[in-house]
Each structure stands twice: as structure tokens, then as C-alpha cells.
């Protein structure tokens, strides 16, 4: 092991191949740019929005603080605009090719190598899901960057790598409270495989002293509401939609075609490979997290945060051992369907043709049916709100079962008059209860029965979704403990 390190330090990382991997990448923001405007605000973008904008916190019931402040501050400076919205994302996913590339060249990767590593983030479900704002959008590049400068550290051990692996962590958790997870397991790692030196380095211990101050404000919030992000598991749990398919949609998600390979390949040679010896113990911490994810019934697509090195590990060994003479006319092929699988899963489609398969391959259905409707009911209600008259408007709150109603009622709404929503769902409970004021409610779902027993008269607006209330028979800081719900 100490002549393998010796070695790994005393030989140059390979140049980097700029022109390749930053086409790959500017061709990668140039897409998910091309495709930002269409077609509407998803649910969680609207959520995430009106969330930073109009009720900006240190936390909320199921994410840390900086993607809502993001996507509030975005439609702040940018008021409407989708392509600014989805900005943040967009070069998260780019730069996030050019961070694969990087790991492949500390592995040892030459130009091939780094290309193709770039490619195959390129052509993942990542990119996919980059055309919304979202903290499982943004966290990945984050995951990404933390893996390389680890990679790095073991090639060179200059420990100030590992302060900023720290601060890096630090922005992870304000994004999502998953990286823990990748920690322990890094940790464990070396401690079984080496290099045990790892955990005595007093900058790991800095940087990690580093995340976690920069965490208190939202740890002090959680802990201010009786943290209620402990209760997101048992909301992810119960979606869970059972472990073949976890590991389906996971294996899946690292992309169609090529990204399926080169991830079950790059687990493969970080455990075997010899020359990536000094790597086993982040391939092996990298497997665990997966489990994690699998046991605690996580969603799928928290396996998007750890294609980063085996990717850049598939494409170093591929090109390395040279298996077959034939891979190099067959890898090119391969990268470009892999391409047109992830293009044509994008919005590059008209409207009318997003319910339409072509196989297994959705062409844009995986985002219209959640952004269109959003926009219609936020429009709908909105007419409804400003239709009522003066006197009975200034006593009526708008309620939404759900947060997803919610949000695009009080973004969409807002253009006629409607001056908030109220909701017992999720995070919208902690935003506020109506004013004692409002004896009326316009409310906007599918279950009426939910505020029935506090008022007297209820009649239907439209049937199935909009029904009014009138004649509250008891406060609100009454009714609003009772119709907490996750």
C-alpha cells in the first residue's frame, strides 16, 4: 500500500482534456437551457419558490434553507422568468461533467478517459431531472465535487483538499441532509480498507467542524419547531414503491444506455482493479450509501449523487486495459444514442405530444402532466378569488389540501388579488394559520370534509375541487393544531 501511494504521489495526473470535456458540457447547459422555458413551474419549483420568496427561514418541515432562497431570489430578480429559475441547475449540471472529467483524471484517466467519463454524466438522469430547480437536482453536483476532492487528497494528500470538502459539505447540508450518510461511510471505509491516516488529518476534522457551524442556524430552527424533518422518512417511506424497483429506477437513472454500464463496470473495477487500489475504500463507502438509501427506503434518484466515480473509474479502467480492440468503434455509437435517449426525454417536444411514449421512452410526459395543471388551477381559483365580491373577499382565505395546490394558487393567484394561501400540509403548516378575520374559506382539493367540521355552511365552486365555506364556528389557532398533516 505505502509503494502504491508513493507511486499515485510522485506521478503528474494526466492533462486535462479541455476541449473535449468542455464541449460535452457546454453542449449539456446548452440543452437543458434550450429546453428551460418549457412548460410551466413544476410542483416542488413552485413550492421551493414561494417558500424562499414570501416565507424565507433558516429551515422548513422537509429541506434546509438554500434552495427555496435560490428559486425565491431567482424569481426576484427575474420575476416569471423559467430560464433564470432553472439557471442555478443548469450550470450545476454542466459543471458537474467537467467535475466528472476532473475525478477520471486523478484516477489516472488520459483524454479518452475524461470524455467519456464526461459523457457518461452527460447522458445520465441527472441531467434529466436538472430542468427543474430542485434540492435533488443541485445536491448531486455537490456529492460530486466532495468525491473528487477526496480523490484527489489520496493522490496528492495536500490536507487542505479536505478543508474544502468541509465547506463544500457545508453548502450540501443547506441543500438536503443526505451527505451525513456519505461521510460515515467514507469514514468506516477507510478506517477497514485504508487509508487509516485519513481520520487523523486535523483539516478533515476542521472542515467537518466548518459544516456543521455553518449548520446550526437551520439545526436551531428544526430543533425551535420539534424537528420536523425527522418526520420526512416516514413521508418518503411510505412512497416507497419496493426494493426492485428502487434498484431498477437507480440503475436506470444513471442513464440509459451507457450510464447503466459504466456504473455497475465502475463498481466493478474499483473493487478489482489493482491500479485503484488506493480508491477501493470511496467505491466501497459509495455501495453502502446505495444500501442506505435501499433500506431506509429512500427514493431512487438520491443514487444520482454517486455516479461521479464509477463513471470516471469505467472510463479510466476501459481505456487503461483496453479490453477489446473494438470497444473504441463501439463506445462512440453508444455515447451518441445514449445522447438522443436523454435529448428526447427532455421538453423538446410541443405541448400536445407530452403524453406520448415511444416505448419505454417517455418523450417530455415526465414533466408536463406535473407543470401544466399546476398553472391551470393556479389561474383557476385565482378568477375565483377575485370574482367574489369586495365585502365577502376581505373575509375570505384561500386553503389548499396539499402543498402542491398551494403553492400554485398563491404564485399564479397572485395576479389576481389573492394575497396568500394557508394549508395544514407539510410545510405550508408552519408558514402561518389564516388571520381570525377570515370567517370564509375558498378551499382548493378534493377531500371538502377536511374543514367541514369547523364551519357551518359549505357549498360547491367547482365540483371536485373548489368548495366555500362559510360561518367558522370555532378560532383558527383552534383548527390549525387539528389539520396538521405530513
Known sequence: MQTVRTRL??????????????????????????????????????????????????????????????????DTLFPGSLIALRLPVTLAAAAGV?????????????????????????????????????TYTFDPFLWTVVVWLLVRWVRNRRDGLLVWAGVVTAVSLATKFLIPALWVAVLLGALVFGPRDLLGRPKLWLGGAIAVVATIPTLAWQAAHGWPYARMSDVVAAEFPGYGVFFRDALTGAGIGVGMVALLYGFWRLLRSPELRPYRFL??????????????????????????????????????????????????????????????ALPVFPADMTRTNLGFLPLGSVFAPGELPQAEIGEQVGKLYAGLPTGEREHTAVFAEIYPMAAAVEYYGARHGVPGVYSGHRGYWYFDRPPESATEVLFVGFDPGLLRPYFGEVSTVVDGLVWRYADRKVPWREIWPAIKRQ
Open 283 to 344: 467505491g466501497v463507502a459509495l455501495l453502502a450509501v446505495i444500501a442506505a438509501f435501499a433500506l431506509a427506503q429512500g427514493r431512487s434518484y438520491y443514487v444520482t449523487s454517486v455516479l461521479a466515480l464509477p463513471f470516471a473509474a469505467a472510463a479510466t479502467e476501459l481505456t487503461r486495459r483496453n479490453l477489446v480492440r473494438w470497444w473504441r468503434a463501439v463506445a462512440w455509437p453508444a455515447f451518441v444514442l445514449s445522447a438522443a435517449v436523454t435529448v428526447s
Open 9 to 74: 504521489e510522485a506521478a503528474p495526473a494526466p492533462g486535462f482534456a479541455r476541449v473535449p470535456v468542455l464541449v460535452i458540457a457546454v453542449l449539456t447547459g446548452g440543452v437543458l437551457l434550450a429546453t428551460s422555458a418549457r412548460y410551466a413551474r413544476g410542483f416542488d419549483e413552485l413550492y421551493f419558490l414561494v417558500a424562499g420568496r414570501d416565507h424565507a427561514a433558516w429551515g422548513y418541515f422537509d429541506q434546509p434553507p438554500l434552495i427555496p432562497l435560490l428559486a425565491g431570489g431567482m
Open 98 to 134: 467537467v467535475v466528472t472529467a476532473l475525478v477520471a483524471r486523478e484516477l489516472g484517466g488520459g483524454r479518452a478517459a475524461q470524455a467519456m467519463a464526461a459523457g457518461a454524466y452527460a447522458t445520465s438522469g441527472i441531467v434529466i431531472l436538472s430542468h427543474w430547480i430542485a
